[in-house]
């Protein structure tokens, strides 16, 4: 079983500092996606890394791909109230299933 | 439709009744996928769709769930004689083809489920 561990399980931080959420596995992916869900929706993509040592930035949240493709981490600059929510990562499989695993995700809440 | 729904959004039951969860799909999406979100717990995989057919049910916990997909459209997952333990948000997903790398899965709002 291809296990993805999240941590932290839960941030609480104030507006405008900065954080960083971790994502960690023994096991290599194809690639690597993360989420962002908000309470009473599904969750939504914010970005798929698949290269090893891959960075990916979208706007103030910057997204980085371990050289091994074991782990990720997400990092978000001048955290926002709107930040607020619950950050899932996924990896896709290895056996052509093209099958995510799901972390338990890190719960986010961004006080003004 | 623009997006992916899903029906009923609440559904409380009794233990040892059957439930019908209901998931529409993005049109034109081949590959859909049913997930469940228990407290605390991350997105776990229950049951992949490449059109009607199911090649991979590895995630489904019990003879108690069963799924179909009709039309390579509206897919169905029903838990028969439901349990407390079976108590979580179902969700569902579609994507284009479920065959390419890093494609996109569309989430659907999920249906909250309580057993009581």
């Known amino acids: 079983t291809q296990l993805l561990e999240q941590s932290p399980q839960f941030l609480s931080i104030q507006e405008g500092e900065n954080l960083t959420v971790y994502c960690n596995s023994s096991?290599?992916?194809?690639?690597l996606q993360w989420y962002r869900q908000e309470p009473g929706e599904g969750p939504v993509l914010l970005v798929t890394?698949?290269?090893?040592?891959e960075v990916k930035k979208l706007k103030r949240l910057t997204f980085q791909f371990g050289d091994a493709r074991k782990d990720s981490s997400l990092h978000i600059t001048a955290a926002q109230t709107g930040d607020t929510g619950l950050y899932l990562c996924?990896?896709?499989?290895?056996?052509?299933?093209?099958?995510?695993?799901f972390g338990k995700g890190t719960k986010l809440s961004v006080i003004p | 439709g623009a997006g992916v729904s899903q029906s009923p959004s609440n559904k409380v039951t009794e233990k040892g009744k059957d439930v019908e969860l209901r998931c529409d799909p993005i049109?034109?999406?081949?590959?859909l996928y049913w997930y469940r979100q228990s407290l605390g717990q991350g997105l776990e995989f229950l049951i992949y769709?490449?059109?009607?057919?199911?090649?991979?049910k590895s995630g489904l916990p019990s003879d108690r769930f069963s799924a179909e997909r009709t039309g390579g459209s509206v897919s169905t997952l029903t838990i028969q004689r439901t349990q407390q333990e079976d108590s979580a948000v179902y969700l569902c997903?579609?994507?284009?083809?479920?065959?390419?790398?890093?494609?996109?899965?569309?989430f659907g709002p999920g249906t909250r489920l309580l057993v009581l």
């Open positions: 890394v698949v290269t090893g040592g």
């Open positions: 096991s290599v992916f194809s690639s």
């Open positions: 997903a579609s994507s284009l083809s479920g065959t390419d790398l890093d494609e996109t899965q569309y």
């Open positions: 049109s034109g999406h081949t590959a």
């Open positions: 769709f490449q059109g009607n057919s199911a090649p991979d």
């Open positions: 996924a990896g896709e499989r290895m056996d052509g299933s093209y099958q995510l695993t």
